[in-house]
């Protein structure tokens, strides 16, 4: 079977590797279909593809756009996007425009709380300055020894009802997908099982998916429980959604899973690969 791993991110957003290095981790890890899925960001698409090229690496071409959807964030990941369609790539950076305008919102927060300097040193952390995300506030606060990790920091801070945390309004769920779309590319829920949403809710989340044009969800990811990815393979089996699989990885000591280091799907539901050409 195929190590296939569909979400990852580089330095174009908030991973610590440059598209390059990714790549070559993927390689060294078995890893032979890879995509990269920064955060509303294709710019790093050209290297990584040049890289996987030379390291033998089937390379699709991804990105995980940032959606609000009754109040709620959501993370929308496009698989075989086209990486220079106008309106895919208009969108994306009116999405970063809001980023900078919310991380100054996120600065103030933290000023409130008595942590000065967040934005400067959320911006020093940021690959190209391109795109800010909270990811790069909280290595900066981890730096500043506010928290002994990652996961501490988003607990304590940057989260809902805790300092450093902004409230911010995403591009619609209808846009994403059709950004998506008309790009060429395939439109799928990102770690559905992350979000706080009821049985209903869900199921209405994944029926409006449905409508707009999205094929698929991610069944194994890092923040899946087992139990998870058996729940979201048996909704993708009874829908007729595809089954996608993706470490979400950010870089080394960071991430719960390495590159291409998931289970595999289970059998019961439709890879969304199954009918990439080479594949399957
Ligand atoms: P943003 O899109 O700027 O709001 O940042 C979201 C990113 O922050 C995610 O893609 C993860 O990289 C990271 N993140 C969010 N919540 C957590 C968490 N609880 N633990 C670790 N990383 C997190
Ligand atoms: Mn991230
Ligand atoms: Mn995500
Ligand atoms: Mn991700």
Redo the contacts with the bound molecule.
Sequence with gaps: MLNIDLHS?STVS?GLLTPTQLVEHAAARGVEVLALTD?DDIGGLEEARKAADKNNVLFIDGV?I?VSWRGQ?L?IVGLGIDPAHPQLIEGLSTIRQG?TARARNIAAQLDKFGIHGSFEGACRNTGNGRL????HF?RFLVEQGYAKD??TV??KY??KGKPGYAP?QWVSLSDAVNWIRSSGGRAVIAHPGRYKLGKNALEELLLEFQILGGEAIEVITASHTPEQSLLFANHSRRLGLLASRGS?F?GPGESYFDLGGMPPLPANCAPVWHDWPGLM
């Design positions: 991110h908030d955060h995980e940032s964030t993370h980023r800010i995300g909270r990811m909280a990652i996961r988003f607990r940057l989260v911010h979400d950010h």
